[in-house]
T-cell receptor, first 114, second 113 residues
Framework: ETGVTQTPRHLVMGMTNKKSLKCEQH?????MYWYKQSAKKPLELMFV???????ENNSVPSRFSPECPNSSHLFLHLHTLQPEDSALYLC?????????????FGSGTRLTVV | SQQGEEDPQALSIQEGENATMNCSYKTSINNLQWYRQNSGRGLVHLNLIRSNEREKHSGRLRVTLDTSKKSSSLLITASRAADTASYFC?????????????FGKGTKLTVNP
């Protein structure tokens, strides 16, 4: 356990479903991140929250909707996804934003859209 | 772009040998970080080297940074089968550069017993 917990570990969903990914950290970090990792591609930064405020939104389609209710929790709400959205979704946290400190990652959620 | 680019993309060695992975980047940086990822899992931080540092050691790991060449290397000495994983460099921008942490595509290391 790294201190960043992601649930569920695996998720299979249809294109018309609505689901949410959850990330939780109890490291006292004040920045949290969502990354998407697809095969043979670099990690893609999706969203950044610093002090519970969204500071980055890298042209992510609106079918992905993040939520950060407090500094320990981060959600990624999913609806009407496409098969190309199948990937490993990684949550990370750090002591500060921007990247002046190292990130602690969760184990990821393996998402399959059918 | 600031993105780090690892080289080689894949590396296969025998247990006991040393493994060297390289990373090149394009813009000025504040620091450069190395991470390891076991198959299908999250990334684990290995080392952070600041732009004013040239070398750092941690156990069997040695990281170097050459800001004049915009490159870094990760050396794993006396490799073990358990070192099999993907290794990523990530850069955080310096003045005038993007401050977010940007990852490369990674080097897939296989250590054969």
């Amino acid at each position: 356990e790294t201190g960043v917990t992601q649930t569920p570990r695996h998720l299979v969903m249809g294109m018309t479903n609505k689901k949410s990914l959850k990330c939780e950290q109890h490291l006292g970090h004040n920045a949290m991140y969502w990354y998407k990792q697809s095969a043979k591609k670099p990690l893609e930064l999706m969203f950044v929250y610093s002090l519970e405020e969204r500071v980055e939104n890298n042209s992510v389609p609106s079918r992905f909707s993040p939520e950060c209710p407090n500094s320990s929790h981060l959600f990624l709400h999913l609806h009407t996804l496409q098969p190309e959205d199948s990937a490993l979704y990684l949550c990370a946290s750090s002591q500060s934003y921007p990247g002046r400190r190292h990130y602690t990652f969760g184990s990821g959620t393996r998402l399959t859209v059918v | 772009s600031q993105q780090g680019e690892e080289d080689p993309q894949a590396l296969s060695i025998q247990e006991g040998e040393n493994a060297t992975m390289n990373c090149s980047y394009k813009t000025s940086i504040n620091n450069l970080q190395w991470y390891r990822q076991n198959s299908g899992r999250g990334l684990v931080h290995l080392n952070l080297i600041r732009s004013n540092e040239r070398e750092k050691h941690s156990g069997r790991l040695r990281v170097t940074l050459d800001t004049s060449k915009k490159s870094s290397s990760l050396l794993i000495t006396a490799s073990r089968a358990a070192d099999t994983a993907s290794y990523f460099c990530a850069t955080a921008g310096g003045q005038g550069g993007s401050e977010k942490l940007v990852f490369g595509k990674g080097t897939k290391l296989t250590v054969n017993p």
